[in-house]
C-alpha cells in the first residue's frame, strides 16, 4: 500500500519541456544529425517519454481520485502551468517523428489531443487573467513569467503541426503565432506593470519563470522559421529583438543571484530546489536552438552566433547537471522525512 501518494505539481512537466527540447534541437546541432540516428541518442529519447508518460499518470490519477480541480484549477496563477503540459507534449510528439517513424499514427493522435487541452488551457487562462485583473493586489504582488506560458504552449502547437502535418494552410500557422504574440503582448504588459508599480526586491520577488520572457520569443522565432511563412529578414530582427531581451533578463538573474548568496548564504541561495528551475533550462534550449536556425551574413551577427553555438551548450549542460543535483538532493530530504 502507497503510504503517501504524491500528486505531479501543475508545472513539473518543465523537465520535460526542457529534457525534449535538448535532445531535440541542442544536442542533434552539436554532435551532428548522426546522433538522432544512434542508440544513445534513442535512449535517451525514451527516458524523456518516460517522465511525460509516468506524468500523465499522475494527471489521471488527479482526475480519479477527485483532486484535479483542488491541485491544477483553483489557484489562478498555478493553472497557468497546464501550459506546460502542452509544450512538452509537443515536444515529446516531435521526438517521437523524429526517433521512431514506425509509429507514423501516434504523433497525429496526440497531435489531436494535445489541441484539445491547449484549447482547455487557454480557456481556463483567459479566464484567469480576467480574475487576476479584477483584483489587483494579486496582480500587483504575484503576476511574473508563468503568464507567458500561453505563448509558449501556442507557439508548441505550431511546431509540432510543422512536423506532422507539413501542409498545414499558412494562414493557419500565421493565425496561431499571431494568438501567441498577443498572448505575449498581455503576458509582459502585466509582468512590468507589476515589477514597475510596486517596491520589490531582486531576490524575494524577482521568479525563475522571468527567464520565460526571452523563451517565448524564442520558440515563436522557431515556430515563425519552421512555418515557412515569415519573411527571413524580420525572423533576423526577431533574434536580435530576442538576444536584447535575453540580455536584459539574464543581467538581472546574475545579480539576483549574488543578491541572494550575499543575503540567504551558499546553500539557502541557491542550492535549493524548486520545479519553476527547470524554464531556465527550456529558455536556454530553446534560444540555442532558435539561434541555430538563423542564418546571417553580417560579420557582427555571425561571431555572436557562433558564440552562442559553441559556448552555449556547455551553459546547458552545466544548468542541467545543477538542477539533477538538487532534484537528487530534494528526493533525498523527501525520503528522510517519510521514514
Excluded at 15 to 38: D, Q, T
Excluded at 64 to 77: A, Q
Excluded at 117 to 123: Q, T
Excluded at 137 to 165: A, D, E, N, R
Aim: proline fraction near 2%; glycine fraction near 6%.
Amino acid at each position: 500500500m502507497v503510504k503517501n501518494k504524491r500528486y505531479m505539481k501543475t508545472a513539473e512537466m518543465a523537465l520535460v519541456m526542457a529534457l525534449g527540447i535538448l535532445m531535440h534541437g541542442v544536442l542533434p546541432y552539436y554532435l551532428g544529425a548522426a546522433f538522432n540516428e544512434s542508440v544513445l541518442s534513442n535512449i535517451f529519447v525514451t527516458i524523456v517519454l518516460a517522465i511525460w508518460i509516468n506524468f500523465i499518470f499522475s494527471i489521471l490519477t488527479s482526475c480519479h481520485s477527485g483532486k484535479f480541480k483542488e491541485l491544477h484549477l483553483s489557484d489562478p496563477m498555478n493553472l497557468f502551468g497546464i501550459g506546460t503540459w502542452v509544450a512538452a507534449s509537443s515536444i515529446c510528439g516531435v521526438l517521437i517523428v523524429n526517433h521512431f517513424p514506425q509509429l507514423d499514427f501516434l504523433p497525429k493522435i496526440i497531435l489531436f489531443l494535445n489541441i484539445l487541452l491547449w484549447l482547455y488551457f487557454i480557456c481556463h487562462s483567459i479566464q484567469a487573467f480576467l480574475k487576476i485583473c479584477q483584483n489587483q493586489m494579486l496582480l500587483l504582488k504575484s503576476s511574473h513569467g508563468i503568464f507567458l506560458l500561453t505563448t509558449v504552449s501556442t507557439q508548441s502547437i505550431v511546431v509540432f503541426l510543422h512536423y506532422v502535418f507539413h501542409g498545414t494552410p499558412g494562414f493557419l500557422l500565421m493565425t496561431m503565432m499571431g494568438i501567441g504574440l498577443l498572448f505575449y503582448l498581455i503576458s509582459a504588459f502585466l509582468i512590468l506593470k507589476r515589477y514597475m508599480t510596486i517596491p520589490w526586491s531582486v531576490e524575494r520577488d524577482w521568479k525563475n519563470t522571468n527567464c520565460i520572457l526571452h523563451g517565448a520569443l524564442s520558440i515563436s522565432g522557431l515556430a515563425a522559421i519552421l512555418s515557412d511563412v515569415v519573411n527571413d529578414q524580420l525572423i533576423l530582427f526577431f533574434w536580435i529583438f530576442t538576444i536584447f531581451i535575453f540580455l536584459i533578463i539574464e543581467s538581472i538573474e546574475i545579480f539576483r543571484i549574488y543578491r541572494r548568496i550575499d543575503s540567504y548564504g551558499l546553500k539557502k541561495g541557491i542550492f535549493i530546489y524548486d520545479v519553476s528551475q527547470w524554464s531556465r533550462v527550456f529558455t536556454f534550449a530553446m534560444f540555442y536552438t532558435f539561434t541555430s536556425y538563423i542564418h546571417c551574413s553580417e560579420t557582427l551577427l555571425t561571431m555572436i552566433q557562433s558564440a552562442v553555438l559553441q559556448f552555449g551548450i556547455w551553459v546547458i549542460v552545466f544548468l542541467i547537471l545543477f538542477e539533477v543535483l538538487l532534484i537528487v538532493e530534494e528526493h533525498r530530504k523527501t525520503i528522510r522525512m517519510d521514514r
